[in-house]
C-alpha cells in the first residue's frame, strides 16, 4: 500500500518512513496574492483573474516499492 500526504508539511520527512507528499508552492501563491490585493485596492474596477500554479510530487518511502 502507498501513501500520499498533501502540502508537504515538514514532519513528513521526519517520520520513520518519509511520507510521499504533494507540495504546493506556498510562498509564491502568497506574494501573488498580496500582489493582487494591492493591485485590487490601486484599481477602480475589480478585474477578475484565474492563476495556475503546480504543485510538485516529493517521492519519498511511503510510496517506493522496496
Known amino acids: 500500500m502507498a501513501v500520499v500526504g498533501y502540502d508537504d508539511v515538514e514532519f513528513a520527512a ?3 518512513r518519509r ?3 504533494v507540495r504546493q508552492p506556498k510562498y509564491q ?3 501573488v496574492a498580496a500582489d493582487l490585493l494591492s493591485a485590487e485596492s ?3 474596477e475589480h478585474r477578475h483573474q484565474q492563476l495556475l500554479f503546480h504543485p510538485e510530487l516529493v517521492v519519498r518511502e511511503s ?3 522496496h
Open 29 to 31: 501563491a502568497r506574494q
Open 14 to 16: 521526519m517520520l520513520a
Open 19 to 21: 511520507l510521499t507528499s
Open 63 to 65: 510510496s517506493r516499492r
Open 42 to 44: 490601486d484599481e477602480l
